[in-house]
Structure formats: structure tokens, C-alpha cells
């Protein structure tokens, strides 16, 4: 058989893909009786088009993790699925309904939301498709979808549970509003955008306050200073009447320690309609609730000639009218602060009082007589759930300690209607609300059939912090025993899930929620560990932008031209949790030559030549060589240390360990062995097995399709109950033995390596062509059998024409004097300048000087002798003594030179 010297990933991954989705072993079930589950729910990426180069990140460390744990025997499932994604998928539609001139108020919800799942399922289609070009083992059979039916169901009952809990309740509360989208939003979908603006100081009764919006300020008539400020205690508690911007109002003035004396004037007017902070203060002192600005962004009737104009377009006009009021005191021309706006339109938020749904965070949840920030923060803190790196743990903290109610309801059509109904004859005194899978015929209370569904949607979030069990078939996949709800089937075997894998940036968003939704629920953590990886940036550490197309990388764009082990690759190796990636194309190329190196390491053990092999009697053991025994113990090792960091969570350490071994090992070292020694087709079949395994989580095509090349052969060599399994993807994972350990001939061959390595170093500063062949004499009075044995190795690795090995007698003179361990190394100067040799020795001799001189102080230390355990002095003392050693013999040396 023949391979292309070059690996071209086109032409083989869409064939093994297909080859492994054939097998059926996606789906753990296909995958015979194994005992110990291992899951992950793939975070599900949103029906808006296309995956970008993040998601993919997120793919590979996923499918790592799934591939390895399939090889180690666990009962392997990844669950794909797609997010709706409501404001994000309807403001999509949205845009493509303006290009033609309409809106969704045009067309009526019931059509607009036909035109959105049209789009969706489209974008689903596409990602499907950029899922598998990854490599993607997820088990397609368990796909879902945040509004199937069955996740749909799950959102209701868990709605209805917290709703009947007390948890979920209406009511009129600040809250985040994005003019553009129409809808409110909570907290942790709020963006801060840094923004130089003005801040303006106002007169304002017998104080100045100071403010960076004043079109919020018509109707403030309650001003707030710190109760220890001594320039406003003669005021606080009075009432008085001050000009302002539509005439004069009637204000007094409170004392609350929120307040910071040192900021602007340290007086400052509530606006309980548009500040959070503000609205807690006129709760607590029982202040009215004025809306100054509406949905529209708009000024209200409360803002008397100004209303029905653009509140931020108002500003200036504002200012104008106060200050020819004689009540503008000055203005700060460079305001900084964080301007909050929408993360998925951009558009400046307004803060405005609605009549919402919000999930108390911080009331006791009935059966476990805790709230759900309780439930949060002790699946953490008691390490049930593990969140890596963990310096991630205190932000989770901070943003428990932080977090205020949850606002739930969105003003928009596309995603799951609230299961709340409303009785019509609210108006005459029923308003009855029903929450509820169905609405009931007729109104429990009043009896009326005339009942209105609320028109909100629930927030994304909510219906995606039930992913990890309602993709497991939750709550259908119960059932009652002795008195007490058990899980069955899947979310049996598979809950709580090993592990979810996702960007730190979405820690809130998502990762906090699945955990609160979990433990309401469940009442369990919905998985064990947290893997949060970093942001993949431009190589400018900045964030990758479809306006820059110069630095965005289209992951449908690269897998082409670079193949999608190349692409994983760039992902893995060098890179370590919680930290971000600088990508671009040159990386990515330059593994593109990494896979291509294992390609050619496998192509020649492939093709390796057995006519040339000697012949061998069958029956007799076939003895083992240093080399031989030297790689087999140092794959050992390699299994070992691989397979630990793998387990650890440290990928790119155990990507660095096989990259280690098959480069500078296998590959420098031992084919070269093999080359000289010969009968090597065994062993380089047996380690070649061994290393596309090891590789396989991280590089699936590439070892896959060298795998099935390996297998045609090994149907010549195998019979049909010792032949490999038939795809690389259910091979056993390697294990490390301590048979095979072998500590001496690492020792012994690392000194091969060292003197071989050693003459070429030489050799290079002597200015000697590999072409050129020249002698060497060995001394040593211990490993002459070693030297014996591998002249060979040392005439053709070294490029030497003659070796002479001794055990004592006279040393050459004019000639290169090395030392390796205890062997001496002399290579006589026929082709050499003396005098570079010389200043060479001479140079050597100062380094060394150096250390010692450094060694020798220490140990003159009394502190360091006082202290320092006595292993510590006894390591110092060798190590003097081997510098005074190398020191004698380069000195040594150096008088032949004379």
C-alpha cells in the first residue's frame, strides 16, 4: 500500500463522518453494557444562523472529553440541541421583514411566528451541518430544541411548581427596557458601554445637585443627603417650595447613608421611575412612583410641555430652559461613566416602572426551606459542583451575593408564552389570575368562560436553565415511590450530567441559572464539574467583529482549506482554561503541518518495508534491544502522563506530552533506531496503534483515517478475535503497566541520546558538515559494553567514520574534549580550528566557574546551613563537587592547547 506524502483532510472527513454516524456509536446504547455513565449537554447554540469560531471552541473540548471517555469504557452520551433564542431569533426575522417593508405587527403573531420557525429550522440545519464539519460525536438521535415539545412542557411545570411555591410573582418594578426591542431584560443581558457625557449641576432649593440625565428629573421632589453630612443637616426633614422646569414643585429633603458625601455635591434628587437605586429608596420611605419616560422612550404627560418628545433628544432643551431659569450652576464637560444598553441591539436601556413577572431569589423555597440564592451558593460551596479554574468560584460568589430578583416576562412573541390567564372581568371585581399547562374552561372563581392569555414570552434564560434534565426527559421521565419522585430512564442514568463545558462569559447567564433550576427541580446539582474556557480573540487580543473581516474567522471558511484537526488543534494546545485564545490563520496553518507530521510518522511505519526486515524464526522470542525496551517504557510513561492530565482537565499539558513523545521521541529517536537496528515492524505497528489512540480525542480525522490503514494491514497479521475494533472511535483508550516501566534503559539509552547529541553540537560549532565523517575516541571505565553495543548508532546518528573505545590509557591531544556522565568524549582536530576549540573550553571553564563560585558561597552560609534540610546541603555539596570535577578535566584539557 501507498499514502500521499501529504495529508489532504478534504478528502477524508466528510467520509469518516459519515463512517462513525453510520456505526450507530454516537448513541451510548449501541455501545454494549458499560457501567459508569458520563454525559454532557452540549450548550445549545442560538437559531440565528451560522456557528462562530467560539462555538467551536466549545465543540472541541467537548467532543475531547466524550471521544476519551468513550475509549475508557464509560457509557458516553453528548445531547446536541439548539437554543430559540427569542429576542435574538425575532430581532433577526425582524430585519428581514424591514428589507421588504413590514413588521411584525403587519403580518399578526400568528403568522410572524410561522415566518420564525421557517428561519429557525433553516439556521438549525446549517449548524447541524457545522457541528458534524467539527467531529462532533454527539448523539443525534437525542437532538432537541428549546421549544419542542417535551422542553416545553418541562418550562410550564417548572413555571406552575415556583409559581405555586410563592417563588414567581407580578408586580410593578423597575426594570431594564430596550426602546428597540420592546421588551424589558434581566440584569445579566445589560451591557456597559464606557461614554464621556456632561453632567450637569442644578440649583435646586437652598442645594446644588448634580445629575448626567436631566430629562429623568421633572417630577423629583424628594432630595437625599447623608445623615452625617454636616452641610445639610439644618435642612433635613423640611419641606420647601423650588422653581424647576415646568414651574415650581414642592420637595423636602430625607438622610439616608446610601448616599456618598463626596460625590458631585453630595446632595443628590430620587427619580424613583428611572434608577434602580432610586426606586429602593422610594420604597423605604414611601415615596410615589412617577413614569417619566414610556416604552417609546418617549417623555410622559408628566413632563408637562415636554411630553410626547424623545427623551434624550430633549436633553440639551432641558438644560436650555433651566438655565435661562437662572438654575444651571455649571456643567462637568467630561462625564465618564458606563452608559447600560442592550446586549443584543445596542440600544441605550431605559429604566422604567412595569408590571412584570420576577422570580424571588431570596424568599425560602418550601421543601428545602432555603432560597434559591441558598441553593446556588451550597452546590458550590459544599463542591458538589466544581468549577474550573477555580479562581472563577469568587466572581460566582459576588454575583450571588448581588443579585436581586429576576425578571422573567419579555415583551416580545417568539418563545414560551407565560402559562398565565387572566379572567376579563377584572373590571368588576374577579381579576383572577390562573397558571396553568391549559387554561380551564371557565374561571374558578367567578365561573366566567372569559379568559385572556398573557401575551409575554419567558426569558431565554429560563427555559435554558432547564437544559442539563429537560433534554433528559424531565418531568415525563419520573415516577412516584413511596411517596417520594424518581427519576427514570435517561435522566436516571444520565443526571446530573459530568460536565458542562462553556465560555466564562456566560458564567451568569447561563451556568448560575442551570444550577438554580436544577436544585429547584431536582433537587440535585445539574452537573459535577464546570469547564469555563476563555474568549477566542484576534491575534490583537481584540474581540473578532463582522467589521473587521480581515481578522474574523469563519470556522466553514478554515476547515476547508485547513482541515478540522488543524482547527482543533490551534484550540488545544498552548491553551489553558478560563484564559483567551488569539486565533488567526497563520496558527491555524501552522497545525495544519502538526497533523501533517503525524500523517508522515504513520506513512512510514506504514509502509514499512518488510522485505528489508531480517528473517526470523517464528518460534523463537524475539529479543528486545536497549532501544526497544527504552521506547516501550517511555510510551508507558507517556500513557500515564497523558491519561492523568486528560483526567485533570489539563489538555493542553496532555496534548504537549503526546506531542512530546511522538515528535521527539518516536519519530527523532526511535525510526531512526529502527532504521539501523531493522526487525521493527512489530513494535512500530504495536506503538503506531498505541499513538493514534492517544491522539484520537484531540485529532479525530487524521488518526481515524490512519486508523482504517492500519486496519487493512492488520487483517494480513491478526485473526478475526484479536483484530482491532473497526473504527478507532471505540478503541480501548491505553493504559499505563508496570511491566513495562523500565527506569535503566531510560537511563541507559538517554546516555546514548546525550552523547549522540552532544558530538552534533560539537560538530555545528566546529563548523563540521553532517557530510563529513570524522573519528571518536570513548573512555570509561563502566559503560565501554554500552559504547560497544551502539557504535553503530553513534556512526550514523553522529556521522562517525571510526570509533575507538577505551578503558583507560592516553588521551588524545588536539582534539574536542566532551564529557557525558562518566564517559569522555575526544574528537581529534584534523578538521577543526584549534584556537575556536580552545576559546570554546576556555568559555566553559568561566560558566562553570560561575556556578561554583555560587554553590560555594551558599554553603559558606551559616543561616543557609542552620536551616536548610540536610537533603538540600547534601544536593549543594554533589553538585560543587561535579563542578570541581568538569573543572579538573577542562583544565586539564586546556594544557594541551599550550
Not at 272 to 284: I, Q, T, V, Y
Not at 483 to 501: C, I, Q, W, Y
Request: aromatic share 10%.
Amino acid at each position: 500500500m501507498s499514502l500521499p506524502k501529504s495529508y489532504c483532510a478534504s478528502e477524508h472527513e466528510d467520509r469518516i463522518y459519515a463512517l462513525w454516524e453510520k456505526s450507530g456509536f454516537f448513541n451510548p446504547n449501541n455501545l454494549g453494557k458499560r457501567a459508569r455513565p458520563f454525559s454532557i449537554a452540549m450548550p445549545p447554540p442560538n437559531a440565528t444562523g451560522t456557528l462562530h469560531i467560539g462555538h467551536c471552541m466549545m465543540l472541541v473540548l467537548q467532543d475531547l472529553m466524550i471521544r476519551y471517555h468513550r475509549m475508557i469504557g464509560d457509557k458516553a452520551l453528548w445531547v446536541p440541541g439548539t437554543d430559540h433564542a427569542s429576542i435574538a431569533t425575532q430581532n433577526k426575522v425582524e430585519k428581514l421583514l424591514a428589507k421588504e417593508g413590514k413588521t411584525r405587527h403587519d403580518l399578526g403573531r400568528e403568522k410572524f411566528l410561522e415566518h420564525v420557525a421557517e428561519y429557525a429550522e433553516k439556521s438549525r440545519n446549517t449548524i447541524r451541518n457545522q457541528i458534524r464539519k467539527v467531529g462532533a460525536s454527539c448523539d443525534w438521535s437525542r437532538e432537541r430544541y428549546t421549544l419542542d415539545a417535551g422542553l416545553s412542557k418541562a418550562v410550564s411545570e417548572v413555571f406552575i411548581r415556583m409559581y405555586s411555591d410563592g417563588l414567581i410573582y407580578r408586580d410593578y418594578r423597575i426594570v431594564h427596557w430596550c426602546p428597540r426591542c420592546h421588551s424589558t431584560l434581566s440584569d445579566d443581558e445589560v451591557k456597559y458601554r464606557p461614554e464621556k457625557t456632561k453632567f450637569y449641576y442644578f440649583k435646586f432649593g437652598p442645594v446644588v445637585i448634580g445629575t448626567a440625565r436631566p430629562e429623568t428629573k421633572f417630577q423629583d421632589k424628594t432630595i437625599v443627603v447623608h445623615p452625617d453630612d454636616p452641610r445639610y443637616k439644618q435642612f433635613i426633614g423640611q419641606e420647601f417650595t423650588a422653581e424647576w422646569i415646568d414651574g415650581p414643585i414642592t420637595a423636602h429633603m430625607i438622610a439616608d447613608p446610601i448616599v456618598d458625601p463626596a460625590f458631585g455635591t453630595g446632595a443628590m434628587t430620587i427619580t424613583p421611575g428611572h434608577s434602580f437605586e432610586d426606586f429602593d429608596l422610594a420604597k423605604k420611605y414611601q415615596r410615589p412612583i412617577v413614569k417619566i419616560i414610556d416604552e417609546d422612550g418617549n417623555l410622559t404627560k408628566e413632563s408637562g410641555s415636554f411630553a410626547g418628545k424623545n427623551a434624550r433628544e430633549s436633553r440639551e432643551e432641558i438644560v436650555a430652559r433651566l438655565d435661562k431659569k437662572g438654575l444651571l450652576d455649571h456643567i462637568e464637560e467630561n462625564y465618564e461613566h458606563n452608559l447600560s444598553v442592550c446586549y443584543r441591539c445596542d440600544t441605550a436601556l431605559e429604566p422604567l416602572p412595569s408590571l412584570q413577572w420576577f422570580v424571588s431569589v431570596s424568599q425560602a423555597v418550601p421543601t428545602y426551606s432555603k432560597s434559591l440564592k441558598d441553593l446556588m451558593r451550597d452546590a458550590v460551596e459544599s463542591s458538589r459542583v466544581t468549577i474550573i479554574p477555580k479562581r472563577f468560584e469568587k466572581t460566582y460568589f459576588h454575583w450571588i451575593d448581588n443579585l436581586r430578583d429576576w425578571c422573567i416576562s419579555r415583551q416580545i412573541w417568539f418563545g414560551h408564552q407565560l402559562p398565565v390567564y387572566y379572567c376579563k372581568k377584572e373590571k368588576k371585581g374577579c381579576g383572577e389570575i390562573i397558571v396553568a399547562h391549559v387554561a380551564p374552561d371557565t374561571c374558578p372563581k367567578c365561573n366566567t368562560p372569559d379568559l385572556v392569555r398573557d401575551e409575554d414570552t419567558l426569558d431565554t434564560w429560563f427555559s435554558s436553565g432547564l437544559w442539563t434534565f429537560s433534554t433528559l426527559g424531565w418531568p415525563d421521565a419520573t415516577e412516584e415511590k413511596h411517596g417520594r419522585m424518581n427519576k427514570t430512564g435517561d435522566l436516571a442514568t444520565f443526571h446530573p450530567t459530568s460536565v458542562m463545558e462553556t465560555g466564562y462569559d456566560i458564567l451568569f447567564f447561563w451556568v448560575a441559572r442551570m444550577i438554580l433550576m436544577s436544585e429547584y427541580a431536582l433537587g440535585e446539582e445539574p452537573f459535577h464539574t464546570v469547564y469555563l474556557h476563555g474568549l477566542v480573540l484576534d491575534v490583537e487580543g481584540k474581540k473578532m467583529s463582522k467589521s473587521k473581516e480581515e481578522t474574523l474567522i469563519d470556522p466553514l471558511d478554515v476547515i476547508p482549506t485547513y482541515g478540522a484537526d488543524a482547527l482543533r488543534a490551534s484550540m488545544v494546545v498552548g491553551v489553558t482554561p478560563g484564559n483567551d485564545l488569539r486565533l488567526n490563520a497563520e496558527k491555524i496553518a501552522s497545525y495544519r503541518n502538526f497533523v501533517n507530521k503525524l500523517w508522515n510518522i504513520a506513512r512510514y511505519i506504514l509502509e514499512f518495508d518488510v522485505a528489508a526486515e531480517p528473517e526470523k524464526d517464528a518460534k523463537k522470542k524475539t529479543t528486545l534491544s536497549l532501544a526497544d525496551t527504552w521506547i516501550i517504557s517511555r510510551l508507558n510513561a507517556t500513557v500515564r502522563e497523558a491519561t492523568s492530565h486528560i483526567k485533570k482537565y489539563r489538555f493542553s499539558q496532555a496534548s504537549e506530552v503526546l506531542r512530546s513523545f511522538t515528535w521527539d521521541e518516536l519519530a527523532d529517536w526511535y525510526i531512526e533506531v529502527a532504521k539501523i537496528e531493522g526487525g521493527k515492524r512489530n513494535i512500530l505497528f504495536s506503538i503506531l496503534r498505541t499513538v493514534l489512540a492517544l491522539w484520537h480525542p484531540f485529532i479525530p480525522f487524521v488518526t481515524e483515517t490512519l486508523y482504517q490503514q492500519y486496519r487493512e494491514i492488520a487483517k494480513d497479521t491478526f485473526d478475526k478475535k484479536s483484530l482491532p475494533p473497526e473504527i478507532l472511535m471505540i478503541h480501548p483508550w491505553p493504559t499505563a503497566q508496570k511491566k513495562y516501566e523500565n527506569k535503566k534503559a531510560e537511563e541507559d539509552f538517554g546516555i546514548v541520546q546525550q552523547l549522540i547529541q552532544t558530538i552534533r553540537n560539537a560538530r555545528v560549532e566546529n563548523g563540521i558538515t553532517a557530510a563529513q565523517k570524522i573519528q571518536a575516541v570513548f573512555f570509561s571505565s563502566t559503560r565501554t559494553d554500552l559504547l560497544h553495543a551502539h557504535q553503530p548508532h553513534l556512526k550514523r546518528l553522529a556521522s562517525l567514520d571510526f570509533i575507538t573505545v577505551l578503558e583507560k590509557g592516553d588521551k588524545p591531544t588536539n582534539a574536542v574534549f566532551l564529557k557525558v556522565h562518566d564517559i569522555e568524549v575526544y574528537l581529534p582536530l584534523g578538521l577543526m580550528k584549534m584556537e575556536d576549540e580552545k576559546k570554546r573550553m576556555l568559555a566553559d571553564v568561566r560558566k562553570i566557574e560561575t556556578r561554583a563560585t555560587s554553590v560555594r558561597q551558599l554553603l559558606s552560609d551559616g543561616q543557609f546551613l542552620a536551616k536548610a534540610p540536610k537533603n538540600i546541603i547534601k544536593k549543594e555539596q554533589e553538585r560543587l563537587a561535579q563542578y570541581q570535577d568538569a573543572l579538573a578535566h577542562l583544565r586539564e584539557q586546556l594544557t594541551k592547547f599550550t
